[in-house]
């Protein structure tokens, strides 16, 4: 027999959602058959069968949410090892969400995946904490929520020296850098509404799927962890719209249409080829100054975004830009963007312009060292000299990561960023 | 760069954390001025097990009848027990330098001292064969050990005659028939206890008011009972004045309590602690902080010189090979960037005398006088199946618990095979259990083991058999 297990469709994928399942009990499938659907924290994956076999057992029901990466999913009859598609170091592997699963299915596995042993801790998600027997009566004395502490023992495991000293509702004091698996993100233990002052019935509880998770997580951890600073400047956009005019009447026969935030996109490599540590990434080791401009552009989707990279976007023209950005945008909404479209990136660009917001601070995208944020380009009165005048204004703010942008560095930057929108001859040059 | 790593002394520090380093990936090299393995291997652990087995059998040999047995009046051939205690260590020896082959670790001998150099210090090699070596490497880690300490001015030196160091002890050509033992911690008893079975009138002399003084002290004065039914015998807080040679031994003079004593024997053992090896590596030259003897460090085993780090007994008690290894695997760990696995592991400690004595962790008074609260279990192995089944009922387990959160924090224990089972409070303590996780802990029967489970039950009123 064979286990299929729960495969991990990026490097930072946890747990998905288990959409469909494209095979039922008894059915033969072949190595590389597509047997099921799977939806990532932001996209819809396709699983394909590494063994031949007949499957034996559906485990986790479709429309599962929440199943651990490495957790059984289903058994094909044949052979005797546990294979998963992409298999992941067995740290990773939690039985405890198919067993929940597994209840509701018509037949029970003859090998239980997870038999009820003594309830470990659990955190909300129903994730097991691993701490030593010490450490865990401290807790309790001391009424300290283990969730809200990270381990420093092997593994992260919760040991006595992280409880001893802890406080009730504080973090134990652990530097980020001596966490061997970090957990943050979990680590704050959080109020009910109700003790919150909002009665239960008053308000439509939408459960958080993968990307809800996805994004709380990665911005709560930059917005604690990293130290963001804002840098706003004006721009004048009107040889901008000029430029762009004048393009995409010479790309009207190809039917492409370059946008403004393509542009911006093309503007913003060049200027991080000019201004090369600005295109820079924040790591214990040392900062990471990166060869190319990624740019990754948030992308407003259902229930949430995403952010889509253009690769060695300064090595490409606006036609190639604009087209991908579509092409991005469009599989993007539809969730069939592959991880490796999403993962990565340089530097980011977000614009909510469209919306007619004026200025707006972004926050970082880890391990990224900045965002630009993009407002709404608007006519307004500008003085030149000593004269008033009229010029389409739009307003960016660049948040930076200070350890590794400072001021100035920004500044720069958005000097030549500033060069490059105001005269888009200029990134020809 | 001719390595990542050198290491200077091939005892249990040096040669694990060789090991440990070629597992890692880092080009390693060790240096040994005398034998793989050090003194551990060598001349000290190991060969002294060899030893205690042999006093261990003979002495069952003289109780034969509590088991329905009987034989012709033993005898031993000492030149033998010898031999077989000196192949145990050439045949560890030779393991050891296979283990370097396998894990391509180039074993250089000679002898080593260091000079400035970046990013570690030089070694310097006057090597066995002849000529210099001069090596730079990445990280160098002295594993250099200890000896044994001597006092000349009151003639506690060794002479390799009539006044033995462990050394000396280990290899004579004739089992003395009385010896004075100047010393009881786990040196001087293992070689009392041992002399002791092959018939010899053995004297222990401790400066302190108790013997093996770093145990717990319920087990330092069961031990001494337990000795001295076995025909030791003892003078306790007694301050040595003076050693002299004459023709057919030596006479010791000793003052207990103002009490002036001269005690005569064949030969003598000086076993009154350990020094660190320190000297002639160059250390003073580069700056490195040494005291008492010991090479001061951090956690890691840093000595404060750039690329230059310090383990085992060199670096300070306590002395013993295990707590080496793990500062040799630690110490690699932390070159190579790996976080610590565990800085605040807890020490066994074992004496392999009869009968054996082991423990783990604080004792009561140390438990104490740090401000704890302890809730404290005993079970005695007189109330044991096993024990009383195999004749061995002498001696008990005892465990301290933090009485706030129920922590081990101490597991003292004297009898039959305790030093075999003392790990499994070293591993409670690791995994940092509670009496919770002991209590619910299956021991197997019938074993002396169940022992330290009636002890963790003791300690909060549970005790089954007792």
Known sequence: MTDILMPALSPTMEEGTLAKWLVKKGDTVSAGDVIAEIETDKATMEVEAVDEGVVEEILVEAGAEGVKVNAPIARLSGGTETKAPEPKPAETAEPEAPAKAEAKSETPAKAEPAPAKAPPAKAKDGERIFASPLARRIAEQKGLDLAAITGSGPHGRIIERDVKDAKPGAKAAVTAAAMPTGRRGETRPVQSLQQMGIPEGSYDLIPLDGMRKTVARRMTDSFRDVPHFPLTIDLEIDRLLEARGRINTMLEKDGVKVSVNDIILKACAVALKRVPEANASYSPEGIALHHHADIAMAVAVEGGLITPIIRKCETKGLAQIAQETKDLAERARTRKLKPEEFQGGTFSVSNLGMFGIKSFGSIINEPQGAILSVGAGTKQPVVRGDQLAIATVMSVTMTCDHRVVDGATGARWLEAFKALIEEPLAMMV | MDFDVIIVGAGPGGYVAAIRASQLGLKTAIVEREALGGVCLNWGCIPTKALLKSGEVFEQLHHLADYGLAADKPRFD?????????????????????????????????????????????????????????????????????????????????????????????????????????????????????????????????????????????????????????????????????????????????????????????????????????????????????????????????????????????????????????????????????????????????????????????????????????????????????????????????????????????????????????????????????????????????????????????????????
Not at chain 2, 137 to 160: F, M, W
Not at chain 2, 167 to 175: D, F, G, S
Request: hydrophobic share 45%; glycine share 10%; with cysteine.
């Open chain 2, 78 to 466: 000492f030149a033998k027990v010898v031999e077989r205690s000196r192949k145990v260590a050439g045949q560890l020896n030779s393991g050891v330098g296979f283990l370097m082959r396998k894990h391509k670790i180039e074993v250089i001998e000679g002898t080593a001292r260091l000079e400035k150099g970046t990013p570690a210090p030089k070694v310097v090699i006057a090597q066995k064969r002849g000529g210099e070596r001069t090596l730079q490497a990445k990280h160098v880690i002295l594993a250099t050990g200890a000896r044994a300490r001597t006092l000349p001015q009151i003639g506690l030196e060794p002479d390799g005659d009539r006044v033995w160091s462990y050394r000396e002890a280990m290899v004579p050509k004739a089992a003395p028939k009385s010896l004075i033992v100047i010393g009881s911690g786990a040196i001087g008893i293992e070689f009392a206890s041992f002399y002791r079975a092959l018939g010899a009138e053995v004297m222990v002399v401790e400066a302190l008011p108790r013997i093996l003084p770093v145990e717990d002290e319920e087990v330092s004065t069961a031990a001494r009972k337990a000795f001295e039914r076995r025909g030791l015998k003892f003078r306790i807080g007694a301050t040595v004045k003076k050693l002299t040679k004459s023709k057919t031994g030596v006479a010791v003079e000793i003052e207990t309590g103002g009490k002036t004593e001269t005690l005569e024997a064949e030969r003598a053992i000086v076993a009154v602690g350990i020094v660190g090896n320190v000297e002639d590596l160059g250390l003073e030259a580069l700056g490195v902080k040494i005291e008492k003897t010991h090479v001061v460090t951090d956690a890691h085993g840093a000595t404060g010189v750039p690329g230059l780090y310090a383990i085992g007994d060199v670096a300070g008690p306590p002395w013993l090979a295990h707590k080496a290894s793990h500062e040799g695997v630690h110490c690699v760990e932390h070159i190579a960037g790996q976080p610590p696995k565990n800085l605040n592991a807890p020490i066994p400690g074992c004496t392999y005398a009869n009968p054996q004595i082991a423990s783990v962790g604080l004792t009561e008074a140390a438990a104490k006088a740090a401000g704890r609260k302890v809730k404290v279990g005993r079970f005695a192995f007189r109330a044991n199946g096993k024990a009383i089944a195999a004749g061995e009922t002498e001696g008990f387990v005892k465990t301290l618990f933090d009485a706030e959160t129920g922590a081990l924090i101490g597991a003292h224990m004297i009898g039959a095979e305790v030093t075999e089972m003392i790990q499994g409070y070293a591993l409670a303590m690791t995994l940092e259990a509670t009496e919770a996780e002991l209590h619910a802990t299956v021991f197997p029967h019938p074993t002396m083991s169940e022992a330290m489970h009636e002890s963790a039950l003791d300690a909060y009123g549970l005790v089954l058999h007792a």
